[in-house]
Every structure is written in C-alpha cells, then in structure tokens.
C-alpha cells in the first residue's frame, strides 16, 4: 500500500488543522492506518490509529478529547482532526499502515512497513 499525507500548515495556539492520509490499494478494509509524529531532536511517537478499518481508535494520552481520527472505506482515507491545537504538537506528522499488526504493538512504530512522506504542522503566534 502507498499512503499520501497532506493538510499540514501553520496554525496559532487553540486553531485547529486536520490532516488526511490517502491509502492506494485494495486491502484498505483490513489496514490498521495510524498517524505518528515527531518533532526535531524527538523519537517518531504514537498519535491515533484507525483500527482494522475502524473497527476501532486509539490515541495518546497526549492528544486525547483534542483529536480525532476517522475513515472513508469508500476513499481509502483516514483523517486527524486536530483541535484545540498547542505548541508542543508542532512536528512534522506522518501516516503508516499495516494489515498484519497486533493490537500490543499499535503505538510502535517500527511495527509498520507502510509510511507516507510526512507533512508539517507548526503550532505558533
């Protein structure tokens, strides 16, 4: 699967962006789609995922009641409405995918072998 991840910008303290993740192929109904993020001089870190087609959603402690994430089965998208934005979720924002992760790992990066190219999100007066 190729994912392409656009809707990054700047936006001030308090906006709200959001952020879409584009998936080419035909097991989208069984991908888990997830959205990491990873600031300069920061490890990649977990934000939300989109399970197994959306069976069901996790997110971080960081970001929850803050963003959502949601899907389109029909336009193999998964979107991350980001509100009540802050500085600290300044980082440049990436989508991964996965048909065949568990359920323990789905905050581990490394347990993706799908990435898109990354878009950046800047939160600043």
């Known amino acids: 699967v190729q994912l392409q991840a656009s809707g990054g910008g700047l936006v001030q303290p308090g906006g709200s962006l959001r952020l879409s993740c584009a998936a080419s192929g035909r097991t989208f109904s069984r991908q888990t789609i997830s959205w990491f993020r990873q600031a300069p001089g920061k490890e990649r870190e977990f934000v939300a995922a989109y399970w197994r087609g959306g069976s069901n959603t996790y997110y971080s402690d960081s970001v929850k009641g803050r963003f959502t994430i949601s899907g389109n089965n029909a336009k193999n998208t998964v979107d991350l409405l980001m509100n009540s934005l802050r500085p600290e979720d300044t980082a440049v924002y990436y989508c991964?995918?996965?048909?065949?992760?568990?359920?323990?790992?789905?905050?581990?990066?490394?347990?993706?072998?799908?990435w898109g190219q990354g878009t950046q999100v800047t939160v600043s007066s």
């Open positions: 991964a995918a996965s048909t065949s992760i568990i359920l323990s790992s789905v905050r581990v990066s490394r347990s993706y072998a799908n």
